[in-house]
């Protein structure tokens, strides 16, 4: 079901995240899926309908930084300067996970991957609906992110309870992953936030 973005659709998807459900919206980078990362269920749901390699854990959207101590054990070193120079933005910060995370956001990993959007809209939204939402990319694990709410009910027909129109994403780069638990602190994917940004901050040129 397509429905367009709006006050009501925002409660309704809201309603539905509290139920256990499993949605779609657009995130500040491309289209996510959304689901309570506090419930076990509906993050296996998205495992099974994805397709997702048991191996890979789920990035999660915060509203706001006072989220962060909800799902992160203990900061590392680096996390208040990082946060406070790139958060909000398209920064994913991977963080030692608390316990109340399941192995399917973790992947066993014992961490998370953390983002602050860079959109007050998508940063309201995530709020409405408890203050934390899974967001990894809305497609099947060997397709292309969708960047449009047609995209997402074409890759999933059925599966997903509520897709919100947000309107065509016009970003062409993913968030940035960067794992700051490491010394020195390692990028795992550059996307929207450029190595050169991140060195400046955390004035590390022998960064992995």
């Known amino acids: 079901m397509i429905r367009p973005d709006s006050v009501e659709t925002r409660r309704l998807a809201a309603r539905i995240i509290s139920n256990g459900g499993l949605i779609a919206f657009r995130t500040d980078t491309f289209y996510g899926l959304g689901v309570d990362p506090l419930n076990p269920d509906a993050v296996r749901r998205i495992k099974v309908l994805k397709g997702r390699e048991e191996g890979k854990p789920i990035l999660l959207l915060v509203a706001d930084s006072s989220v962060v101590n909800r799902l992160m054990a203990q ?3 680096l996390f208040e300067r990082v946060t ?3 958060w909000p933005g398209p920064l994913t910060i991977i963080v030692p996970a608390n316990d109340v995370l399941s192995q ?3 992947a066993g990993s014992s961490t998370v991957g953390l983002r602050l959007p860079n959109d007050e809209s998508v940063r309201q939204f995530v709020r409405e609906c408890g203050g934390v939402l899974t967001a ?3 497609n099947p694990a060997t397709k292309e992110p969708a960047k449009n709410a ?3 009910q074409s890759y999933f027909p059925t599966g997903v309870d509520l897709i919100i129109d947000g ?3 016009n970003v062409t780069e993913p968030s940035t992953v960067l794992d700051i638990m490491q010394t020195p602190p ?3 994917r550059e996307g929207a936030v450029s190595r050169s940004a991140i060195e400046r901050v ?4 022998d960064m992995l």
Do not use: H, M, R, Y
């Open 150 to 152: 047609a995209e997402v």
């Open 84 to 86: 406070t120079e790139l």
């Open 75 to 77: 900061p590392p070193q």
């Open 186 to 188: 390692k990028l795992i």
């Open 202 to 205: 955390i004035n590390l040129s």
């Open 104 to 106: 399917d956001i973790t």
């Open 136 to 138: 990894t990319s809305a």
């Open 167 to 169: 309107g065509e994403v």
